[in-house]
Each structure stands twice: as structure tokens, then as C-alpha cells.
Nanobody, 116 residues
């Protein structure tokens, strides 16, 4: 079955960096679009970054130039490198596999807190 497991969250000061990782299994990872979302309490889940099977990437405007999504098809991993973090980046971050047929799969989420 499909499984997504995130790691790498934590507490960091403004201006700091964190790297999130998502280990995927149960599907053909190399052929799949992968996404990172984030959510804060009381708000809708927000698409942060996506990466195609060919490694083309897209970002929400608020993270452009600070975050980088990457994938390692040999290890079935997708990472999100987050630099120059701001307090408004504080959220639970989720790894997402959109199947394209109406069913999305999600990881359990990892908390990122940016605070001095």
C-alpha cells in the first residue's frame, strides 16, 4: 500500500534552515508528481512546492527563492530544503502523492516552528 513518511521538522530561529524528507513506498515513485503542503490551525492546507517526474518544480510565491524541492528516485525520497525561514513558515508540513484519479495520499505531517 502507499506510504509516505515525513521527517526533519523542528524548531528553528528566523533566518535558519531545515530540510524535510519524505520516504515513499507502494507506488511507482519515479513516474509520479510529488508535492509538499503546509497547514496552520484554522486555515486551509496550502500547496508549497511540487516536483514532476522529470524534476521540474513549482513553488508558491511566498517561498520562491528560499525553498527548494528535490527528489531522489533511487531512494524514493522527496526533500524540501527550507532556507531563510520566517515565522510565517510555521506550520505542519505534509508530503503528498496526487494519483490524478481523484485519490490523494498524505503523510502524517511534520511540525515546523520558526521562532526566536
Amino acid at each position: 500500500q502507499v506510504r509516505l513518511v515525513e521527517s526533519g521538522g523542528g524548531v528553528v530561529q528566523p533566518g535558519g534552515s531545515l530540510r524535510l524528507s519524505c520516504a515513499a513506498s507502494g507506488f511507482i515513485f519515479s513516474a509520479s508528481v510529488m508535492r509538499w503542503y503546509r497547514q496552520v490551525p484554522g486555515k486551509e492546507r496550502e500547496l508549497v512546492a511540487s516536483i514532476s517526474s522529470g524534476a521540474s518544480s513549482n513553488y508558491v510565491d511566498s517561498v520562491k527563492g528560499r525553498f527548494t524541492i528535490s527528489r531522489d528516485n533511487s531512494r524514493n525520497m522527496v526533500d524540501l530544503q527550507m532556507n531563510s525561514l520566517k515565522p510565517e513558515d510555521t506550520a505542519v508540513y505534509y508530503c503528498n502523492f496526487p494519483t490524478g484519479n481523484g485519490r490523494d495520499y498524505w503523510g502524517q505531517g511534520t511540525q515546523v516552528t520558526v521562532s526566536s
